[in-house]
C-alpha cells in the first residue's frame, strides 16, 4: 500500500514537473519570439539561457557574435518573462536578468511615455534615486555603466517591445528614446 502511494505520489510530481517544463518553454519562446518581432537590427540574437547545459556557443551564435560590437543594449518589454521587463543585451547574449533596480527604468518610461502620467514618472524616478543611493560601489557601477550604455545618443541602444502598454506604434520609437 505505502509503495502504490508513493508510486502516485512520485507520478503526480513528475507529473507537475513536465506541465511547468512545458509552460516555461513555452514562456521562453513566446518571449524570444517577442524580442525577435520587435528589434530592428537584423542581426540574428543569441539566447543563452541560466539552465543552459552546454558549455559552447553553436556554429550559428559564433558567427552572429562575430557580427557584434560591445555596446551593452536594453530591451524594455511590457511581457514579464522571468520576473523581469528590462534585459540587458550585451556581446555574450541578448537576455541577460536586469536586476529589480531596471524595472524603475521600465515603470518610469510607461509613465512618462505610455500613460502620460507626469507624478508616478516622478514618483517612480525619485524611488529610482533613492535606490541608487543605497546600492554598494560594485553595484552602482555596474548599474550605471549598463544604464549609461543603453541610454547614450538618445537612448539608441535601447528598444522597446511595440505593445499598446509600452511603445504603440514602430513610427513611435525615436520618441520613446527621447523621453527616456
Not at 524570444?32 to 539552465?51: A, C, G, H, Q, Y
Not at 547574449?93 to 524603475?104: E, G, L
Not at 553595484?139 to 549609461?148: I, V
Not at 499598446?164 to 513610427?171: H, I, W, Y
Request: net charge negative; glycine share 0%.
Amino acid at each position: 500500500m505505502i509503495d502504490t502511494i508513493s508510486i502516485l505520489d512520485s507520478a503526480k510530481s513528475n507529473s507537475a514537473r513536465t506541465i511547468t517544463s512545458i509552460t516555461s518553454a513555452q514562456k521562453e519562446k513566446d518571449f524570444e519570439s517577442i524580442m525577435t518581432e520587435n528589434l530592428s537590427e537584423n542581426k540574428p540574437l543569441v539566447f543563452l539561457r541560466e539552465d543552459d547545459e552546454r558549455d559552447l556557443y553553436t556554429k550559428e551564435e559564433m558567427l552572429s557574435l562575430s557580427e557584434r560590437d560591445f555596446h551593452t543594449r536594453l530591451f524594455i518589454s511590457s511581457a514579464v518573462y522571468r520576473n523581469n521587463c528590462v534585459w540587458i543585451r550585451n556581446h555574450h547574449t541578448d537576455i541577460v536578468a536586469s536586476s529589480s533596480n531596471f524595472t524603475y527604468i521600465r515603470d518610469y518610461f510607461k509613465a512618462a511615455f505610455s500613460t502620460e502620467n507626469h507624478t508616478a514618472a516622478k514618483t517612480t524616478l525619485t524611488a529610482e534615486l533613492t535606490k541608487w543611493f543605497d546600492l554598494d560601489d560594485p553595484e552602482y557601477y555596474t548599474y550605471a555603466t549598463t544604464l549609461a550604455s543603453g541610454l547614450s545618443s538618445e537612448a539608441a541602444n535601447t528598444s522597446f517591445q511595440i505593445h499598446e502598454a509600452m511603445v504603440k506604434s514602430p513610427d513611435d520609437v525615436r520618441a520613446a528614446r527621447r523621453t527616456l
